[in-house]
Structures are given as structure tokens and as C-alpha cells.
């Protein structure tokens, strides 16, 4: 199972949007409404921002959502704040037997 | 607090063993599906294994297939990885990683433990 084929980085200026694309195949993304995305800072454990394509856990900020289609799930961005720069990495679940495969990752920067 | 403390990890050689712990507080260990996902340095997040939580069904990447077992002590509160055949790949910060959210969501990670296999 190959990792999911994320951009490896993006960048955007405070109160900007970004959008980070997660390509999979119908083995996985495109197979499952199984989807979540994790932010991580440097030296810390990553922390989970989206689950099931679109659900936000309590206490993650509404400036972040999640979408789908096709093969191919996204995470945005709305408001962009310092704090939002940190590796993004999208994980999806791929089966009874693979279970779960992960993005190769996307480090945002805040201009 | 929830909380996930893994221990265990250190330096082995190439071809050792070592099993790693992690203790669960806060919440009903026994009611929630497991996993541990690596990251080694500088790069990537793997998903490894995964357990029920019942301590049925585990499942494991391919890259640790034959060589990883997982487990579970629901009575402890504590999830167990007993890796063999160490090699060189399997340098990485492993994380606890528990399922409460949704089955196919990892809400609450550990600190991370690190496994360095070197000669």
C-alpha cells in the first residue's frame, strides 16, 4: 500500500486560506468515508483536526475543514494564524487488510 | 486527565528484540480500539498495528507482519508491542494512539517512545 500523495508544502500570508490536497485511490480514499487529518509541531505528537472526511473533534477550531471527492480528500485552512504552521499529514482507512494508510505529509508555513 | 504514557523503547542491535508498553488514564481503556503508529526521524507517520478492544482482530503493516505483536491487558489499562528481528527501518518514535473519537480516528496519542536500532 503506498502512502497517500500529499503537496509537499504550502504557504499562506495571516487571515489567507489554504487548501491541502490528499490523492489516494479507490482503495482507500475514494473507497471509504474514512478520512482524517492530524497537525503536528516539531517535537510533538501529532494531534487529530478532521476524522471521518468531515467532523471536527471538540476544541479544534472551526477555521479548519475537511472535504472529499473522488479519489481525492482536502484539508482547509480558513483564516490562516501563526500558529497554524506545522506539518498536516491525512490518513485514511484502506481496507480490512491494509487498514489504515497515511499522506507523506505537508509542511504549511505562514508568510 | 486522558492521558497515554508509552516506555520501553531504547537501543537495540540489529536482529534484537524489545516490547514496548503504554498505560492508559483518564478515560475506559477497555472500551476503545488501539493502534501504534511510527515515525522515524525526519519524516513520515506509518500506521503498524492495531488492536481491538476486546484484544481481538489485530492487524499490522506489512513492513512488521511475522515480526511485531500486539496486545492488550484491559485490567492493566496497558497496550504491549513485543518486536522482533529489529532492523535498521524500524528506527522511528513509536506513539500509542487510541480510537475514541471513531473507529477509524486517532484522538489521543501518547508522548512517543523512541526504538533505535544500531549497531
Known amino acids: 500500500q503506498s502512502a497517500l500523495t500529499q503537496p509537499r508544502s504550502v504557504s499562506g500570508s495571516p487571515g489567507q486560506s489554504v487548501t491541502i490536497s490528499c490523492t489516494g485511490t479507490s482503495s482507500d480514499v475514494g473507497g471509504y468515508n474514512f478520512v482524517s487529518w492530524y497537525q503536528q509541531h516539531p517535537g510533538k505528537a501529532p494531534k487529530l483536526m478532521i476524522y471521518d472526511v468531515t467532523k471536527r473533534p471538540s476544541g479544534v477550531p472551526d477555521r479548519f475543514s475537511g472535504s472529499k471527492s473522488g479519489n481525492t480528500a482536502s484539508l482547509t485552512i480558513s483564516g490562516l494564524q501563526a500558529e497554524d504552521e506545522a506539518d498536516y499529514y491525512c490518513c485514511s482507512y484502506a481496507g480490512s487488510y491494509t487498514l489504515y494508510v497515511f499522506g507523506i505529509g505537508t509542511k504549511v508555513t505562514v508568510l | 486527565e486522558v492521558q497515554l504514557v508509552e516506555s520501553g523503547g531504547g537501543l537495540v542491535q540489529p536482529g534484537g528484540s524489545l516490547r514496548l508498553s503504554c498505560a492508559a488514564s483518564g478515560f475506559t481503556f477497555s472500551s476503545f480500539e488501539m493502534n501504534w503508529v511510527r515515525q522515524a526521524p525526519g519524516k513520515g507517520l506509518e500506521w503498524v498495528s492495531y488492536i481491538g478492544s476486546s484484544g481481538a482482530g489485530a492487524r499490522y503493516a506489512d513492513s512488521v507482519k511475522g515480526r511485531f505483536t500486539i496486545s492488550r491487558d484491559n485490567a492493566k489499562n496497558s497496550l504491549y508491542l513485543e518486536m522482533n528481528s529489529l532492523g535498521v527501518e524500524d528506527t522511528a518514535v513509536y506513539y500509542c494512539?487510541?480510537?475514541?473519537?471513531?473507529?477509524?480516528?486517532?484522538?489521543?496519542w501518547g508522548q512517543g517512545t523512541m526504538v533505535t536500532v544500531s549497531s
Open positions: 494512539v487510541c480510537s475514541r473519537a471513531s473507529r477509524d480516528a486517532f484522538d489521543i
